[in-house]
């Protein structure tokens, strides 16, 4: 036998071994462990802020940690840091490239960062000393688009790619610390844990993979979704992870467990989940689709509880603010809104 | 096929072989804990989820107290 072949039939054998050990670990499902507890009443968020500013599709958009600040990136060429309190614009930030696909606040609110079509992320520099914001650093090295980005601190930010890969760089020396390989097919989103040492990607191999950064290994791999996962992020206490989908579900999956706990799904929706983020206790997930709506799920009944309607376009983006006070949507039509 | 190609092929399935040993000796819990410290979270943090229970508005930094004057 070739060693091509060996090496084939092992490949198959452990994810044989691996299927079936997350079967023995299946006494129950997650509806029957709240079979006794009470669907969430009916939620009914307003919009108590509308952000208007930006002239083309919002594509991204991502809190800062005071949960008043949040920054939003547009086709038309602007990264804009809101006071979402107030709907003032604190800083309008021009860019190089107007084909951002995503925009993130540095958790020191020190820093803010974007990328997109041009391969590269940016990282801006919000406090520099005349008062002007500067681009710091352009990280280049990816050979795809940048379709995420994430700061760990303002030395560190990983990213993910069209390339398939996902990296942790250093900003000092815009170099890449190490290179996350595995997907098959382009990394869409990612989101890092809370103490920092792991994070999560899905791709549009239809996987999330859960890497330790320090290691620079992926330690779990989930699969189950039918199409590209756009949106992915952490349940609130660090051991679940939440994914949405281009085949119009978003699921959990439970990471000690190692597999799929429910499917968030209702046949009368058929476009794609682009965002999602969870409500404080996890209790809620707010997921925007292509159909220009968001939908509140109740996380644990895996039934849909409320809607956000409101953009007259598809809902890009979502982040809910670190307090858990607001959701803030992103839109194609060019507005963010936040509610509570 | 060129010895180089074989070779890159080799060398990708090796990777992949080596990954799935690593995620095949994840240590698992049952999905009855699991599932259960996941609603234990959410109802132990309902009391305090804005979105889940609602803000009033006088603690709502999104919604400026409304203030009636009489004159």
Known sequence: ?340 | MSNNSANSSLVIAQKMVKQLRLEASVRRIKVSQAATDLKTFCLQNAHKDPLLIGVPSSENPFRPPKSCALF
């Open chain 1, 1 to 340: 036998m070739g060693e091509m072949e060996q090496l084939r039939k092992e490949a198959e054998s452990l994810k044989d071994q691996i299927s079936a050990a997350r079967k023995a670990v299946h006494d129950v499902t997650l509806p029957e462990i709240v079979s006794g507890t009470a669907v969430v009443g009916r939620v009914q968020l307003k919009t108590r802020k509308t952000l208007r500013g930006h002239l083309a599709k919002i594509y991204a958009m991502h809190w800062g940690t005071d949960s008043k600040l949040c920054v939003s990136a547009s086709q038309d060429g602007k990264l804009i840091v809101w006071d979402s309190y107030t709907t003032n614009k604190v800083h309008a930030i021009p860019l190089k490239s107007s084909w951002v696909m995503t925009c993130a606040y540095a958790p020191s609110g020190n820093m803010v960062a974007c990328g997109g079509l041009d391969n590269m992320c940016s990282i801006y520099n919000l406090k520099g000393k005349d008062g002007n914001v500067k681009v710091m650093r352009e990280l280049a090295a990816h050979t795809g688009y940048l379709s995420c980005c994430r700061f760990l601190n303002d030395s560190e930010i990983i990213t993910s790619s069209g390339d398939c890969t996902c990296a942790l760089w250093d900003i000092e020396t815009g170099t890449q610390k190490t290179i996350f390989s595995g997907h098959m097919g382009d990394c869409m989103s990612l989101a890092v844990s809370h103490d920092f040492n792991m994070f999560i990607s899905g791709a549009c191999d239809y996987t999330a993979k859960l890497w330790d950064i320090r290691e620079g290994a992926c330690r779990q791999t989930f699969g189950g979704h039918e199409s590209d996962i756009n949106a992915i992020g952490f349940f609130p206490n660090g051991n679940a992870v939440l994914t949405g989908s281009d085949d119009g579900t978003c699921k959990m999956y439970d990471l000690r467990a190692d597999q799929e706990l429910i499917t968030y799904q209702d046949p009368s929706i058929m476009c794609g989940v682009t965002s999602l983020a969870p409500s404080l206790s996890g209790r809620l997930i707010l997921a925007g689709y292509d159909d220009f709506n968001c939908n509140i799920w109740d996380s644990l009944k895996a039934e849909r509880v409320g809607v956000l309607a409101g953009h007259d376009n598809r809902v890009s983006c979502i982040g809910v603010t670190p307090d858990g006070m607001a959701a803030c949507t992103g839109s194609w039509d060019s507005f963010l809104k936040i509610w509570n």
